[in-house]
RNA sequence: AGGGGAUUGGUGUAACGGUAGCACGAGUGACUCUGACUCACUUAGUCUAGGUUCGAAUCCUAGAUCCCCUGCCA
């Protein structure tokens, strides 16, 4: 068992002195939870993009915790903005979700949630404010805001800070009304002009925005900004554990002051449920690190110049780092889940090699991806004993890591095609593959027969057009009677019977661990060979799989069938390849 | 400049005043009907300088480096 991260800790101890009371029968998440300390975690993305590895750390981290301890987690759209946001977007999030296995709807969900839901209430609780005094009408521009926001050392200012609490109260009115135009005037709170952390000076809560909104459509034309409305929503789902990133950390002290003030004076951060004294559930805001993976960009602007670019081919291209790209390249999600486990939560900013997440995805389908043979790069092999027409149809294992996996019969012939960098004329060191006598050796072909080498046939210009065999009989099924040993294996398939196939070799989009890293430009550092488009030769049994499937063509790598193959024409990505010793030492 | 964070092998992490450990990678070997998987061994670390202490990655002082913050974005 990994040790707890520093987030679990915070947890633990909150269970421990039961800080944020127990699940009732009303609201637990299960019959057995009643009782039992509250654990409420929420993912709040905003809906004006796609997902990428990055958003699932934080999925798998807030859903985990829920799963973990036995509580409840949401996922909510922090739809605030709607000059940004796209039912789209909201449609292909879920999807992403719901893929990843983070289950809002399932044993340990909380539900779906909208912040657009909750516009009514931050509205009132905005005049609640502003009859404290805490928050004003300011008339004041974007621009001459952002001009008067002052510096470290000198406070910002705004005329209309002393307002009277009934104009600004009419004037709120008013913007929600409708009758002021876009940036004419804008809520503010009224905190701490001189603040060194900026977000304390006066910042914004509602700005007027005359747009449509994919959730309330019309209704609205003022919005609620994040930091005021941020804590609310997790305020009124009583999220015990707030988790963000870095960067919001000097935005907690404005998340705890809106919650205060709206609730009991005494309320400090992460000071629990609501009761008579706390009027207010007040969630605890708790920052971590994203984790940034080699050989990969995350940012949207980026990614968006490569879609429309088109250095991709769209948004789910196999190569992209996006959930929607992964799945279609074939990422299995309990792969994506594991990895982001190991790699593990802290506070520190880290390079994630990209090579874990994929030794992740290797873990995961070498135990449940059943094996194929499939020839990438074909040369032809002619058994030369064998007569034309014979057919040997021969069981194969399917999964050698899962015995309940079976087996399947592969047709064995006399026109073969094994991989072309399984035969060499002359062989290098320690190459146990197919070679010329005299210093080829017997090879097996896998789960068939032993080979040797004869001869090679050869076009004018001395290409190898064929290379010629003989098999021995006696070792059908891949042993020899007599015990002797062969060192090399090869997969192969039958020319007669092999189905052809375009096969997708994806390699790493960037050629650099740290893309732009060197020029700003992170188009310099673009891999022009991040896409092989192979013609391959697949064993007939290829021919029932599905889109989606997850194989392991044996010594090539996992593959996953594409969604654009069509009948006859089917299209296999490379996931990810096997690891490959012989290559390396070469 | 001011404010908020961070710093342990190549990488990601653990330690919570008491033996610096784990995983990945890398290297070597064993095994093998996938040069895969598996197994064994090896490799390499506390940002710096002082201080407190019997004892410091951990506490104190000073410094260094990196990240974030002056949107009516989230």
New binding site residues.
Partial sequence: M?????IE?IIEADNASGKWGAWTAADAPSPDAVGKPRVHTRF?P?PNGYLHIGHAKSICLNSGLAKKYGGKFNLRF?D??P??EEQEYVDSIKADIKWLGADWDGPNGGGLFFASDYFEQMYGFAVDLIRKGKAYV?Q???DE??KR?????QPATSPHRDRPIEESLKLFLEMREGKHP?????LRAKIDLAS????LRD??MY???HEHHHNTGDKWCI?????W??GIEDSLEQITHSICT??????RPLYDWFIDALGAPALRAGSGPADANNKVWHSQQIEF?K?RPTYTLLSKRNLLKMVSDKVVSGWDDPRMPTVAGLRRRGYPPEAIRAAWD????????????I??IE?AV??HL?KVAP?YMAVLRPLKVIIENLPEGQVEWLDCVN???DPAAGSRKVPFSRELFIEREDFMEVPAK????LALPPTGQEV?L???FFIKCVGVDKDPAGNITAVRCTYDPATR???APDGR?VK??L?WVSATHALPAEVRLFDRLFKVEQPGAATENFMDDFNPHSLEVVTAMLEPALASARVGDRV?F??NGYFCLDRDSTPGKPVWNRTVT????????Q
């Avoid at 990994?2 to 520093?6: C, K, L, S, Y």
């Avoid at 320690?430 to 593959?433: I, P, Q, Y």
């Fill in positions: 990994r040790p707890p991260n520093f800790q709040p905003e922090d605030t903005n000059s940004k300011c004041l521009s974007a805001v952002s926001r002052g510096t470290p050392s876009n940036g004419a005037m804008s060194p952390n900026f977000n910042p914004v700005r007027i925005l919005y609620p900004m994040y930091d409305a941020h870095l960067e919001f950390e000097d935005h690190a984790g190991e790699i593990g939560v802290t506070k520190v900013e880290s390079w994630i090699d090579g874990r030794n290797r873990d070498n094996r999964n050698p890591e320690k190459f146990f593959r097996r896998r789960w068939a099924g891949g042993d040993k090399g294996t997969h392991q044996e010594r096997l690891k490959d010793s012989w290559a390396k030492a």
